[in-house]
């Protein structure tokens, strides 16, 4: 026999084999979670482990995960059986070429998540997967000094001011802390906070007279603010230290405060305003391309990834809190469980309003936030005009719009194109 028919018969034994192996395929979970190697193993040896059936997770990046599943939709068939991404991602995606899943029986305990999955249909186009957010958080010390009748899990922004002001009239300190300094998150407040429990809006209503309102707010709550808060950027440190009682971040700048002492601090929701409580989820869902090839395993892994018990160990793998309603285990962190109660209060409220993360922005991003941060120094910091202000910077962030033609995301209605600075 020659090299050549030992080469031929040696590829023709290998595209059997590959055919084989084809058929045989484990059940394919094409995501952009949990991509860290750490994350990614705990999502296949423990996440996994117990799924119906042996599951192929792969994770990827944006651009690649987009890439292949835009190529198996021009082929009419593919190998990808479950996607899991944020929202952002799937509102990108022709609801057509996804599979309805109002029919598997399972969704989260949020009816605005559920509503942000249907992607602008009737039907749930992906099923709520896990969630992170910012939440308040608070030393044990405040709680006496909430307005009467208020309820730390559905406070108002008003009461949230008049909280901070009991606070600093009593100890002739300001102690409401904001994260402020050159790395803290201040601009996911004003987006996903402020302007939705405000505006019901972040884009099409900046200018608004109802954000003059939530700019004349934050003033308020301020002046009851610490002022060395433009130096914080991650809030466990002031929470520690006293610097702060009452203070607002992203749930994994908190945690060092709720690990090291949880007997001194509680979590809770952010407050609701004129158009209800607004929060920005980091939301990821889980949907079916119509090109899976095993569509019958494709939702039995959606609804395994759902099961309470499920939803329990990814928090532990990847740190997203459940979308559905678990019993937090005693051995969690002092953190996640704090933590994961106020995020299910929060997302779960009758008021939720939630603003979604900036999408189609591309490298203007860093722009878009910049104007936000730039609106808080001149009005709040510097004290200017509110409405002089909102007015100059609204001509900035039409431009940016109009340059990445990036359509609206919740809570402003969507839009063909770009999305109008009104």
């Known amino acids: 026999m020659t090299l050549r028919h030992t080469l031929a018969g040696a590829v023709s034994g290998l595209a059997v084999f590959c055919t084989i192996a084809v058929a045989q395929a484990d059940v394919l979970f094409w995501s952009t979670q949990a991509r860290p190697v750490e994350e990614a193993q705990a999502m296949r040896e423990t996440v996994l482990s117990g799924a119906p059936e042996a599951v192929d997770y792969q994770p990827?990046?944006?651009?690649?995960?987009?890439?292949?599943?835009?190529?198996?939709?021009?082929?009419?068939?593919?190998?990808?059986?479950?996607?899991?991404?944020?929202?952002?991602?799937?509102?990108?995606?022709?609801?057509?070429?996804?599979?309805?899943?109002?029919?598997?029986?399972?969704?989260?305990?949020?009816?605005?998540?559920?509503?942000?999955?249907?992607?602008?249909?009737?039907?749930?186009q992906y099923v709520p997967w896990m969630q992170a957010t910012y939440i308040m958080a608070a030393n044990k010390q405040a709680l006496e000094y909430l307005p009467e009748g208020a309820d730390i899990d559905a406070l108002s922004y008003d009461q949230l001011i008049a909280w901070a002001a009991n606070v600093h009239k009593a100890t002739g300190e300001a102690k409401f802390g904001f994260p402020a300094g050159p790395k803290g998150l201040k601009h996911r407040f004003f987006q996903g906070y402020l302007y939705p429990s405000y505006t019901n809006g972040v884009v099409r209503t900046f200018a608004s007279d109802e954000a003059v309102t939530a700019w004349e707010k934050?003033?308020?709550?301020?002046?009851?603010?610490?002022?060395?808060?433009?130096?914080?950027?991650?809030?466990?440190?002031?929470?520690?230290?006293?610097?702060?009682?009452?203070?607002?971040?992203?749930?994994?700048?908190?945690?060092?405060?709720?690990?090291?002492?949880?007997?001194?601090?509680?979590?809770?929701?952010?407050?609701?305003?004129?158009?209800?409580r607004g929060f920005m989820p980091v939301l990821a869902g889980l949907a079916i391309p119509k090109t899976a090839p095993d569509m019958d395993a494709a939702k039995e892994l959606v609804k395994y990834m759902l099961a309470p018990e499920t939803q329990i160990a990814t928090l532990r793998a990847t740190s997203f809190f459940p979308v559905v309603d678990v019993d937090m285990p005693d051995d969690l962190p002092p953190a996640v469980q704090a933590a994961g109660a106020a995020v299910a209060k929060m997302s779960g409220s009758?008021?939720?309003?939630?603003?979604?993360?900036?999408?189609?922005?591309?490298?203007?991003?860093g722009d878009f936030n910049r104007i936000f941060v730039d609106s808080f120094e001149r009005i709040v910091l510097a004290g200017q005009d509110?409405?002089?202000?909102?007015?100059?910077?609204?001509?900035?962030?039409?431009?940016?719009?109009?340059?990445?033609?990036?359509?609206?995301?919740a809570p402003d209605a969507p839009s063909e194109g770009a999305c109008p600075v009104e």
Request: glycine share 10%; with cysteine.
């Open 60 to 124: 990827n990046e944006d651009g690649p995960w987009l890439t292949r599943l835009q190529a198996e939709f021009q082929a009419g068939s593919g190998s990808i059986d479950v996607l899991g991404s944020l929202h952002g991602n799937f509102s990108a995606i022709d609801p057509e070429n996804l599979v309805d899943l109002d029919d598997l029986g399972v969704a989260s305990n949020s009816a605005t998540f559920n509503n942000l999955a249907k992607l602008g249909t009737e039907n749930l």
């Open 218 to 276: 934050f003033r308020e709550l301020w002046e009851h603010t610490n002022p060395a808060s433009t130096n914080f950027s991650f809030m466990q440190e002031q929470l520690l230290s006293g610097d702060a009682w009452i203070v607002f971040d992203h749930t994994s700048r908190l945690a060092q405060a709720f690990n090291e002492r949880p007997d001194d601090f509680m979590a809770f929701p952010a407050p609701a305003g004129p158009a209800g």
């Open 350 to 365: 009758a008021d939720a309003n939630p603003g979604l993360l900036p999408a189609g922005l591309g490298d203007k991003g």
């Open 386 to 409: 509110i409405r002089m202000v909102l007015d100059d910077q609204k001509g900035r962030l039409s431009s940016i719009m109009e340059e990445t033609g990036a359509p609206c995301w």
